[in-house]
C-alpha cells in the first residue's frame, strides 16, 4: 500500500533544502581566499609576492626536471637519490615517524635536500645545528646533503630575482637533475578524500548532502514502506471482560461480592446433581455430597461458612474463590 506524501514529510523536505543552500553559502564565504593563504604559504601554485611559483618556473626552464611532490615520503624510494633534491619551504605541521624516516633514508642514500623554516627539528631531530657549515648553511648526512634556511623568503616571487645565485647553489643545479618541490606538507594531497578534507566548502556540502539524502529516504520509506495496521484487541473478548470487571471489584471494594456469587452457583449446582431441596442445611448438603459424591465434608461445610462472613480482604476473597472453583470443576468433572 502505497500513500501520498504527507504535509510533515513535505515540511522536512523543505527545510531540509533551504539548510542546504544556507550551509553552502556559508561554506564560499567562509572559504579562504587565495590571497590569505599566499601570505602565509611558500607554495608553488601561489603568484603573488609570497608564494614559490616563479623559483619553480624558473628551475622548469632551465632543464631542470621540477615538479610539484604531493605524495607522501615514501614514495621518494623510487627516485634515483643521488640525482634528486627535495625542497621543503617551510611546511605545514608535522611529519609522523615512518615519514620522518623516509626522509633521513633518502638523504642517507644520497639525496639533497633543502630545508626553508624553523620547524627543521621536527624533520630532522638527529641533525645537531651545530654540524651545519655557517657559510654554506650545509650539513652532511650519510652519502647526502641537508641545506637549511631559517626562513623560505629567498625564494619568494619578490625575492627571488635578488638571491638567485644562493638559490640555484642551495638546489646544486650542477649535479641534480631532478627536484622534486614539497606541497604535501603545505595540505596538498593526491587523493580526492585529502582533497575533500581540505576544502571547506566541499566539506560543508558533503555534511548537507548526506543529511539532504538521510531526510529524503526517511521520508520516502514511510511513504513507500508498508503500512500495517495496529492490532485492536475486542472489547468483547474474555480477558477484556475479566480485565474490566476485575477493575470494578477493585473500584467498589466489594471482594465479598465474587466469594457470595461463587458460593450460590456451587450450591445451585450441587442441589441439582443431588436432587435435593432447596431449603436444605450447608451441613446436609455437605454430608450427601461426602457420602454421594466422595467430597471432603467438612471442607465444604467450611467454605460455606466462610462464604458468609460480612468482610474479606483481597487475599482471603481470593483463597476462597479458588476453592470454591475447585469444588464446581469437580462436580463438572
Not at 146 to 174: C, K, M, Q, Y
Not at 177 to 206: C, N, Q, T
Not at 285 to 290: F, G, K, P, R, W
Not at 295 to 322: C, D, I, K, M, Y
Request: hydrophobic letters at 45%; one cysteine or more; proline letters at 6%.
Amino acid at each position: 500500500m502505497q500513500i501520498g506524501i504527507t504535509s510533515a514529510d513535505r515540511k522536512l523536505m523543505w527545510f531540509t533544502a533551504g539548510l542546504f543552500v544556507l550551509l553552502t553559502i556559508v561554506a564560499i564565504f567562509s572559504a579562504p581566499t587565495p590571497e590569505s593563504e599566499a601570505s602565509t604559504i611558500p607554495s608553488t601554485y601561489v603568484s603573488t609576492a609570497g608564494g614559490a611559483r616563479a623559483a619553480f618556473l624558473l628551475l622548469q626552464r632551465l632543464g631542470i626536471n621540477a615538479q610539484r611532490w604531493e605524495e607522501p615520503p615514501f614514495r621518494l624510494n623510487s627516485f634515483s637519490a643521488s640525482q634528486t633534491v627535495a625542497v621543503f619551504a617551510e611546511p605545514v605541521g608535522k611529519p609522523s615517524h615512518a615519514e620522518r624516516a623516509a626522509l633521513n633514508q633518502f638523504v642517507e642514500r644520497g639525496g639533497r635536500v633543502l630545508f626553508c623554516g624553523r620547524n627543521f627539528p621536527d624533520f630532522f631531530p638527529e641533525i645537531n645545528p651545530e654540524k651545519i657549515d655557517p657559510d654554506t648553511w650545509a650539513a652532511n648526512h650519510g652519502a647526502g646533503q641537508i641545506v637549511h634556511w631559517r626562513t623560505a623568503a629567498p625564494l619568494t616571487n619578490e625575492n627571488i630575482e635578488s638571491h638567485l645565485p644562493l638559490f640555484l647553489n642551495s638546489i646544486g643545479v650542477d649535479s641534480r637533475k631532478s627536484v622534486l618541490w614539497d606541497e604535501y606538507f603545505h595540505g596538498e594531497r593526491g587523493s580526492l578524500w585529502d582533497y575533500m578534507g581540505r576544502v571547506p566548502a566541499i566539506r560543508w556540502a558533503s555534511l548537507t548532502v548526506a543529511f539532504l539524502s538521510g531526510a529524503t529516504l526517511f521520508t520516502f520509506s514511510r511513504r513507500r514502506g508498508p503500512v500495517i495496521p495496529t492490532p485492536r484487541v475486542s472489547r468483547l473478548s474474555p480477558l477484556e471482560f475479566i480485565d474490566s470487571l476485575g477493575t470494578l471489584y477493585r473500584k467498589a471494594k466489594a471482594t465479598g461480592l465474587p466469594v457470595e456469587i461463587n458460593a450460590r452457583e456451587l450450591r445451585l449446582q450441587l442441589l441439582r446433581k443431588l436432587a435435593l431441596p432447596r431449603d436444605i442445611a450447608d451441613e446436609d448438603l455437605a454430608h450427601a455430597a461426602s457420602i454421594r459424591l466422595g467430597w471432603n465434608g467438612s471442607e465444604l461445610l467450611n467454605a460455606f461458612a466462610q462464604s458468609r462472613n460480612a468482610s474479606f480482604t483481597p487475599a482471603q476473597a481470593l483463597t476462597l474463590v479458588q476453592s470454591l472453583k475447585r469444588f464446581t470443576a469437580n462436580l463438572a468433572r
